[in-house]
């Protein structure tokens, strides 16, 4: 595996547990708990910015807007 389809996996698997993160999230949102929405925001942004996506998501909002 080369040094870019190792980047590739590993920004894909940050995706898919970025999508589990956000829904677990949601989930505690309906049942009334609070958590960190601004460490979850800024964390995004940060690995938007990584990837340069300048588009970010609201908590919860699983959908792919990119």
């Known amino acids: 595996m080369s040094g870019f389809q190792i980047?590739?996996?590993l920004c894909a698997l940050a995706e898919?547990?970025?999508?589990?993160?956000?829904a677990m999230n949601l989930r505690l949102g309906?049942?009334?708990v609070a958590f960190g929405e601004d460490e979850l925001a800024a964390a995004d942004e940060h690995y938007r910015r990584l990837l340069g996506r300048?588009?970010?998501?609201?908590?919860?909002?699983?959908?792919?807007t990119d």
């Open 7 to 9: 980047i590739e996996s």
């Open 16 to 22: 898919e547990q970025n999508a589990i993160i956000r």
């Open 30 to 32: 309906e049942l009334g």
């Open 54 to 64: 300048e588009t970010s998501r609201k908590g919860g909002d699983t959908s792919d």
